[in-house]
């Protein structure tokens, strides 16, 4: 490990780091992510102690001209092999080399604590708008599935066993919405980042009159912090953008499985592409849904992360404290965990090829057992009693081994006479998702109504 270059702090010591404190205290490697953001806090604050009077204007030019040449070796990569602590002092060493000894005055009146805060949630509110560009896509190609997939018809599943006939539309919008939901969470977990913490010091404010709100402007943000030692501290628009994360990983990890069973030999209710597959490397013939798997997996990955988030902040005293910054990796690996995982189920249902013959082979009449007993109700028959008789049909139909639809209307008629005019009424798979036109349902105008509301709010 190299040595450390430039120290914010060394004043009151005697004695050097001891290289185990160092090993673990250095978070330049995960944090020099925020180099973008650190320089954006710095220019604000050039800028915010010149119009407090701190800096005079020929400073503060100094200050900028020296973070242009900080962002020119930056953006070449000094990060990735210095030595420093960690970005804030890896800057200010940069600042120092560029401008000279006017670096020196850039600290003034702030501390890491307040510009650790500020650059994690303007990475924060930057890395949302990523992940809602993911989830966009990955809602994206599910309405476009749903609208190629009005009149193709497949069971709906409860508990994993066929239950009801529904049009794949339906089931591509039942996937569509929960991703909907989340951007709008992630719209209000990035309005819940955007309130600034600089200007709040160490813990009880800075010492020189800085215009926060001016600041706030400057930097994008929507409002200033009311409380110097809740801002320091405030590690919640973290947990707001991991849970976001979170759930948006437990939402692409279901419908991960809902694929992963479909491409399946047994179901075969879709093919998925090459490009998102692997082989394996001792059975030729494998062909692994290795994309889905990995979707799966990141959610695991993704609540852990937020676990992790969790239990540090149960425990932090007022203000800021290192666990912290032990954070910060949990923090970036989360988004962008989530954001690839969009990105890639995107590219999964985009390239899938569906099979409406198999899924149309998988329509088995025991679906319309419900259809049936609803038919005997609007015979007169109480739906108790035409659960229990369309029951017994079922069981009739499985000692004779023939489908329900097939055991003879005299036979039928025996377990009651309402049966065989409801069975003569029943028709396929497709009079009974359209005898469901209630809203939510699986009428074709439903489905309709539906795809139209869910593009609305693809555009939102
Ligand atoms: N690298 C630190 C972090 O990410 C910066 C804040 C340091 N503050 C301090 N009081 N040591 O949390």
Same mark, same amino acid.
């Given at each position: 490990?190299?040595?450390?270059?430039h120290?914010?702090?060394?004043?009151?010591?005697?004695?050097?780091? +001891?290289?185990?404190?160092?090993?673990? $205290?250095r978070?330049?490697?995960?944090d020099?992510?925020?180099?973008?953001?650190?320089?954006?806090?710095?220019?604000?604050w050039a &800028?915010a102690?010149? &119009?407090g009077?701190?800096?005079?204007?020929?400073?503060?030019d100094a200050?900028?001209? /020296?973070l242009?040449?900080?962002e020119?070796?930056?953006a070449?990569?000094?990060a990735?092999?210095?030595?420093?602590?960690?970005?804030?002092?890896?800057v200010?060493r940069?600042?120092? !080399?560029?401008?000279g000894?006017?670096?020196?005055?850039?600290h003034?009146?702030r501390?890491?604590?307040?510009?650790?805060a500020?650059?994690?949630?303007?990475?924060?509110m930057?890395?949302? !708008?990523?992940?809602?560009?993911?989830?966009?896509?990955?809602?994206?190609?599910?309405?476009t599935?749903?609208?190629?997939?009005?009149?193709?018809?497949?069971?709906?599943?409860?508990?994993?066993?066929?239950a009801?006939?529904?049009?794949?539309?339906?089931?591509? *919008?039942?996937h569509?919405?929960?991703l909907?939901r989340? =951007?709008?969470?992630? =719209?209000?977990?990035?309005?819940?980042?955007a309130?600034?913490?600089?200007?709040s010091?160490?813990?009880? @404010?800075?010492?020189f009159a800085?215009?926060?709100?001016?600041?706030?402007?400057?930097?994008?943000f929507?409002?200033?912090?009311a $409380?110097?030692m809740?801002a320091? @501290? +405030?590690?919640? #628009?973290t947990? +707001?953008?991991?849970?976001?994360?979170?759930?948006v @990983?437990?939402?692409?990890s279901?419908l991960?499985?809902?694929?992963?069973l479909f491409?399946?030999?047994? #179901?075969?209710?879709v093919r998925?592409?090459?490009?998102?597959?692997?082989?394996?490397?001792?059975?030729?013939?494998k062909? $692994?849904?290795d994309?889905?798997e990995?979707?799966?997996?990141?959610? /695991?990955q993704l609540? @852990?992360h937020?676990?992790?988030?969790?239990v540090t902040?149960?425990?932090?005293?007022?203000g800021?404290?290192k666990d912290?910054?032990? $954070?910060?990796?949990?923090?970036?690996?989360?988004?962008?965990?989530?954001?690839?995982a969009?990105a890639? *189920?995107?590219?999964?249902?985009?390239?899938?090829?569906?099979?409406?013959?198999?899924?149309a082979?998988?329509?088995?009449?025991?679906?319309l057992?419900?259809?049936?007993? +609803?038919?005997?109700v609007?015979?007169?028959?109480a739906f108790r009693?035409?659960?229990?008789?369309?029951?017994?049909?079922?069981?009739r139909?499985e000692?004779?081994g023939?489908?329900?639809v097939?055991?003879?209307?005299?036979?039928?008629?025996?377990?009651h006479?309402a049966?065989?005019?409801?069975?003569?009424a029943?028709?396929g798979?497709?009079?009974?998702?359209?005898?469901?036109?209630?809203?939510?349902?699986?009428? =074709?105008?439903?489905?309709?109504?539906?795809l139209?509301?869910a593009?609305?709010?693809?555009?939102?």
């Amino acid at each position: 490990m190299p040595e450390p270059t430039h120290v914010m702090w060394g004043g009151r010591f005697a004695e050097p780091m +001891d290289p185990r404190l160092d090993r673990l $205290n250095r978070s330049l490697p995960v944090d020099r992510r925020l180099w973008r953001e650190d320089l954006a806090t710095n220019r604000a604050w050039a &800028r915010a102690l010149e &119009r407090g009077g701190v800096l005079t204007a020929a400073e503060r030019d100094a200050l900028l001209a /020296g973070l242009d040449q900080v962002e020119a070796a930056l953006a070449a990569g000094a990060a990735d092999t210095a030595g420093d602590e960690d970005i804030h002092s890896l800057v200010e060493r940069l600042l120092g !080399e560029a401008a000279g000894p006017v670096a020196g005055k850039l600290h003034t009146g702030r501390s890491r604590n307040d510009q650790v805060a500020t650059d994690l949630r303007l990475w924060t509110m930057a890395a949302l !708008e990523r992940l809602d560009a993911g989830l966009l896509g990955a809602a994206r190609a599910l309405v476009t599935r749903a609208e190629a997939g009005v009149d193709v018809l497949l069971p709906a599943y409860t508990h994993t066993q066929r239950a009801q006939p529904v049009r794949l539309a339906h089931w591509a *919008l039942a996937h569509a919405w929960p991703l909907l939901r989340d =951007r709008e969470r992630l =719209r209000q977990a990035r309005g819940r980042a955007a309130v600034l913490p600089l200007g709040s010091g160490a813990i009880a @404010g800075s010492g020189f009159a800085v215009d926060r709100e001016a600041l706030a402007r400057d930097l994008g943000f929507g409002a200033v912090s009311a $409380n110097s030692m809740d801002a320091v @501290g +405030d590690r919640d #628009f973290t947990v +707001d953008a991991v849970f976001v994360a979170a759930l948006v @990983g437990t939402h692409l990890s279901r419908l991960a499985e809902d694929l992963i069973l479909f491409s399946t030999a047994e #179901f075969g209710f879709v093919r998925l592409a090459e490009p998102f597959t692997t082989g394996s490397s001792l059975m030729p013939q494998k062909r $692994n849904p290795d994309a889905l798997e990995l979707v799966r997996g990141a959610a /695991g990955q993704l609540v @852990g992360h937020l676990v992790a988030l969790l239990v540090t902040l149960k425990a932090m005293p007022t203000g800021y404290q290192k666990d912290l910054q032990e $954070n910060n990796a949990g923090l970036f690996a989360a988004l962008d965990l989530a954001e690839g995982a969009a990105a890639l *189920l995107a590219g999964v249902v985009e390239t899938l090829a569906p099979d409406p013959g198999r899924m149309a082979a998988a329509l088995d009449p025991s679906v319309l057992a419900t259809d049936l007993a +609803d038919l005997l109700v609007q015979a007169g028959v109480a739906f108790r009693e035409a659960h229990a008789v369309v029951g017994a049909l079922v069981r009739r139909a499985e000692e004779l081994g023939v489908p329900l639809v097939d055991v003879a209307p005299e036979e039928a008629a025996r377990l009651h006479p309402a049966l065989r005019g409801a069975l003569a009424a029943l028709g396929g798979p497709a009079e009974a998702v359209e005898r469901r036109r209630i809203a939510g349902g699986t009428g =074709r105008s439903a489905v309709l109504a539906q795809l139209a509301a869910a593009r609305q709010a693809l555009g939102a």
